[in-house]
């Protein structure tokens, strides 16, 4: 499961696509424990405007979290009522 709650102002993203974890070749048969901080940032038209690796409990795995989280797509939202344009995650 991949949890995002995020608000800016009043705004929530809210994920309408996200793509399956992607496994490094050669290790998704593997039971390694991992984990990836990436951060982001959405437009809003809900795309992912950026994202970079922020920490990685093993570097194998942090071009898979890049790709993955560069391809999900969140609800767009207005930019009027002093909303933001894009939003950090």
Do not use: C
């Amino acid at each position: 499961m991949w949890p995002i709650v995020v608000f800016a102002h009043n705004i929530e993203l809210v994920p309408v696509y996200k793509l399956d974890r992607v496994y490094p070749e050669g290790l998704n048969s593997v039971s390694v424990e991992w984990q990836v901080k990436v951060y982001f940032v959405v437009a809003s038209n809900g795309l992912v405007k950026s994202a970079e690796i922020y920490k990685a409990s093993h570097t194998e795995f942090a071009d898979a979290a890049l790709l993955t989280v560069s391809n999900w797509r969140f609800e767009p939202w207005s930019t009027e009522n002093d909303n933001p344009s894009d939003i950090e995650a």
